[in-house]
């Protein structure tokens, strides 16, 4: 992982999370969106710019690929170099966590 990629990605905001933890499946943008509501009680809403900005960013930095099209809906997965930044940022989150209990 270049240093760049680091830079921008480490640490993740909620909206980069989420997305590369839904599209360890195929998905699109929309049902990301539906996905991330669901998974935070409606908590996070990405707005469908917020989302397919990110989307064209992440593609174009190689953290996710465009599979298909399908009835004019875009479907992306996650890359390898996704998946490490993903696992590096759920590393950190851990480790927050566990920091946090141990300091109650």
């Known amino acids: 992982m270049d240093a760049h990629i680091r830079k921008v990605y480490v640490p993740m905001t909620e909206t980069g999370f989420y997305i590369l933890l839904c599209l360890r499946e195929e998905s699109h943008g929309y049902n990301i969106i539906q996905k991330v509501e669901d998974l935070t009680g409606g908590e996070i809403r ?8 990110s989307l064209s960013k992440m593609e174009k930095d190689g953290l996710i690929r465009f599979v298909r099209e399908e009835e004019k809906r875009k479907i992306y997965c996650i890359t390898d170099l996704g998946t490490q930044v993903l696992e590096l940022e759920m590393r950190r989150i851990e480790r927050l966590y566990r920091n946090m209990t141990e300091v109650r």
């Open 46 to 53: 990405i707005s469908p710019g917020t989302m397919y900005g």
